[in-house]
């Protein structure tokens, strides 16, 4: 089945600074690979994702790449702020289901 | 507002001590699961559900039931619960397949079994 590796498990940046989190998946089926950000005490939520059939996507900070032939994909965020202190969750799809990483824990310090 | 919804947020129990933990959503997704959430282990599936009376294990089903009467509810279930099943919970929600789409989850429920 599949399986997603995530690193680092933590991630401590200067706030300006930019942080990237690596993941890698085993399933050369997978097409869907979101990302979901999990403040303090809080529900995880989506803040990007991308599918197979591109290798780059952007929004503001945020940015993903995906290398299918390698089987990784990576979040890039730059110019960091506090408020990007959280733990972050890669995901790949396999049948019917979504599996997930272990988790980045990310710092920003002012 | 478009919300998945679980009671209780907070419980203490005792080993063996059947309890539920129940997960409401008022988007008319048809994907509806359920995750738990440990240090160091990320997210893991328990059970999903692709529609009414359609439930399936996820990765770590041992010890919990599910049941899917309705589209929107998905109660998670533990029958005799033991201190290993003590963990963050969080249910979720999606269209279509579940493994395509945005998931959305509920405020989670943070678990102790004494």
């Known amino acids: 089945g599949e399986n997603v590796e995530q690193h680092p498990s933590t991630l401590s940046v200067q706030e300006g600074d930019s942080a990237v989190i690596k993941c890698t998946y085993s399933?050369?089926?997978?097409?869907?690979f979101p990302w979901y950000k999990q403040e303090l005490g809080k529900r995880p939520q989506l803040i990007i994702d991308?599918?197979?059939?591109?290798g780059e996507k952007k929004d503001q900070r945020i940015a993903v790449t995906l290398n299918k032939t390698a089987k990784h994909f990576s979040l890039h965020i730059t110019e960091t702020q506090p408020e990007d202190s959280a733990v972050y969750f890669c995901a790949a799809n396999t049948y019917n289901k979504l599996i997930f990483g272990a988790g980045t824990r990310l710092a920003v310090h002012p | 507002e478009a919300q998945v919804t679980q009671n209780p947020r907070y419980l203490i129990t005792v080993t063996g001590k059947k309890l539920t933990v129940t997960c409401s959503q008022n988007?008319?997704?048809?994907?509806m699961s359920w995750y738990r959430q440990d240090p160091g282990l990320g997210l893991r599936q328990i059970y999903y559900s692709m529609n009414v009376e359609v439930t399936d294990k996820g990765d770590v089903p041992e010890g919990y039931k599910v049941s899917r009467k309705e589209k929107r509810n998905f109660p998670l279930i533990l029958e005799s619960p033991s201190p290993n099943q003590t963990s963050l919970y969080f249910c979720?929600?999606?269209?279509?397949?579940?493994?395509?789409?945005?998931?959305?989850f509920g405020q989670g429920t943070r678990l102790t079994v004494v």
């Open positions: 991308i599918r197979s059939n591109v």
């Open positions: 399933d050369s089926a997978s097409n869907y």
């Open positions: 988007m008319n997704h048809e994907y």
């Open positions: 979720a929600s999606s269209l279509g397949t579940g493994d395509d789409t945005e998931a959305f």
